[in-house]
């Protein structure tokens, strides 16, 4: 499968109604415990891997997975052995 690129990316989820398009780096077994965003997310792993906790869902994401969470949605994060990138568009 074929990545987009960071541009191209962007230009769609701006074009979607995005209006902030960001990298976003994690380090190698980094935690973040339950918390929410005052923001939509609509995301695409580019390196690592991390599981993405919400309600009783467990989403193990790899790079290659999109992924989306709503605003206010209360959720976990815990990234794999070698940390994960991601480039993620938000709708304030």
Same mark, same amino acid.
């Given at each position: 499968m074929s990545? #987009?690129? *960071? +541009?191209q990316f962007k230009a769609t989820s701006l074009a979607a109604g995005f209006d902030e398009v960001? %990298? &976003?780096?994690? $380090?190698?077994?980094?935690r973040v415990d339950s918390h929410t965003h005052a923001f939509e997310v609509s995301a695409l792993v580019v390196r690592g891997d *991390? %599981?993405?906790?919400v309600? =009783?869902?467990?989403?193990h994401?790899?790079?290659?997975d999109p *992924?989306?969470? #709503? &605003? +206010? @949605?209360?959720? @976990? =994060?815990?990234?794999g052995t070698d940390?994960? $990138? *991601?480039?993620v568009a938000r709708k304030n």
């Amino acid at each position: 499968m074929s990545l #987009p690129t *960071f +541009d191209q990316f962007k230009a769609t989820s701006l074009a979607a109604g995005f209006d902030e398009v960001l %990298v &976003r780096e994690w $380090t190698s077994g980094q935690r973040v415990d339950s918390h929410t965003h005052a923001f939509e997310v609509s995301a695409l792993v580019v390196r690592g891997d *991390f %599981v993405l906790t919400v309600g =009783e869902q467990v989403h193990h994401l790899k790079a290659g997975d999109p *992924f989306t969470l #709503p &605003r +206010d @949605t209360l959720h @976990t =994060e815990h990234y794999g052995t070698d940390g994960a $990138t *991601f480039w993620v568009a938000r709708k304030n």
